[in-house]
C-alpha cells in the first residue's frame, strides 16, 4: 500500500455571524492546517453559503464539506453550486456528501425534500455521485461511512473516504472496518486517499462532546477508542504514524475547537525529513 502524506483538516460547525466565520478560516490558514470542511447545516446555516467567503480571505487553505446532506439539495442545482466553488477556487474545494444523519428528516421536510428509508437515501446519493461525475473537471469527492453499502459505494466512487466508526470504537474493532473497505476497494486502494474524524485531543472532560456522543473524553480514553488523540506531541505524532502504517489513513479531522492543539501535533509530522 502506498503511504500517502499527512492531511490535516479542522471541522467547523459554527458561524454566529460572518466575520467570526472568516477570522477562523485566517486562523486555520496561519496554523498550517491544510482543510476548513463546513458541517451540514453550520448552526442553522447554509454550507454551501459560507464556504466561498472562507475561500476569499484565504489562498491556500482547501475548504470543503463534511459531509452534504444529499436529501436536501436537487443533485442538479448542487452540480451547479459544486463546479462553481471548484472553479473559482482554484480546485480548492473538496465536496464531502453523505445521506443525511436519522435526525435530518426535519430539516428535509422543511426544504421540501423527500427523505427516505437509509437503503433509498443510499440508492439516491449513488445517483448523485454519478451525475457528478458527469463533469471531468469537477471537485475531489469524499464519502464517509462504516455500514456495507456506504463502504461498498465509497470503494467504488470516492477520491476520499471517511472510516466513520462510533465513538468507543477500538483498534482490534477497527482493525475490522478497515479490512472490510480493503476487500470492496480492490485495485482502487491505492488511488484512494483514506482519513479520520477526531472527537477529541486530549483527555479533559467535554460537556458538549458528551451530549453528542452519550460519552465523555476520558471515558473514552479509558477504553482506549481511535476516535481521541493524545494531548502530548510525541505521543500523538507516534500514534498517526502507527496508525497510516496499520490503516493507510493519511488525512485526520477534529472539530474546531482542537485546532491549537492538533496544529501543534501536525507540525512535526510534516517537517522535511
Known amino acids: 500500500m502506498t503511504t500517502k502524506p499527512f492531511r490535516f483538516g479542522i471541522v467547523s460547525g459554527f458561524a454566529p455571524d460572518l466575520a467570526t466565520w472568516t477570522a477562523q478560516a485566517r486562523r486555520f490558514e496561519e496554523l498550517g492546517l491544510d482543510t476548513m470542511l463546513a458541517t451540514d447545516p453550520v448552526g442553522d446555516l447554509d454550507p454551501l453559503t459560507l464556504v466561498p467567503a472562507a475561500a476569499a480571505v484565504t489562498s491556500g487553505l482547501t475548504l470543503g464539506t463534511f459531509v452534504l446532506a444529499d436529501p436536501f439539495r436537487d443533485h442538479r442545482q448542487l452540480g451547479w453550486a459544486v463546479r462553481?466553488?471548484?472553479?473559482?477556487?482554484?480546485?480548492?474545494?473538496?465536496?464531502?456528501?453523505?445521506?443525511?444523519?436519522?435526525?435530518?428528516?426535519?430539516?428535509?421536510?422543511a426544504l421540501g425534500r423527500a427523505f427516505g428509508s437509509p437503503g433509498e437515501r443510499i440508492a439516491r446519493l449513488a445517483d448523485t455521485v454519478a451525475f457528478l461525475k458527469e463533469t471531468p473537471d469537477r471537485p475531489r469527492l469524499l464519502l464517509a461511512g462504516s455500514g456495507p453499502k456506504m463502504l461498498a459505494l465509497a470503494a467504488r466512487e470516492a477520491d476520499i473516504v471517511t472510516l466513520s466508526w462510533l465513538p468507543r470504537t477500538t483498534e482490534a474493532e477497527a482493525d475490522s472496518i478497515v479490512d472490510t473497505f480493503r476487500e470492496l476497494a480492490g485495485n482502487r486502494l491505492s488511488d484512494i486517499e483514506l482519513s479520520m474524524n477526531l472527537m477529541a485531543i486530549g483527555d479533559r472532560p467535554a460537556p458538549h462532546i458528551a451530549r453528542f456522543a452519550g460519552v465523555?473524553?476520558?471515558?473514552?480514553?479509558?477504553?482506549?477508542?481511535?476516535?481521541?488523540?493524545?494531548e502530548n506531541?510525541?505521543?500523538?505524532?507516534?500514534?498517526?504514524?502507527?496508525?497510516?502504517?496499520?490503516?493507510?489513513?493519511s488525512y485526520v479531522t477534529v472539530n474546531s475547537g482542537y485546532a491549537e492543539p492538533f496544529a501543534a501535533i501536525a507540525r512535526p509530522l510534516r517537517a522535511p525529513g
Open 84 to 109: 462553481t466553488l471548484h472553479q473559482s477556487t482554484g480546485g480548492r474545494f473538496e465536496l464531502g456528501l453523505g445521506v443525511g444523519r436519522p435526525d435530518a428528516g426535519v430539516r428535509a421536510q
Open 216 to 230: 465523555d473524553v476520558p471515558e473514552l480514553v479509558a477504553g482506549g477508542a481511535v476516535t481521541v488523540l493524545p
Open 233 to 249: 506531541v510525541a505521543a500523538a505524532g507516534e500514534t498517526l504514524l502507527r496508525w497510516r502504517e496499520r490503516w493507510g489513513i
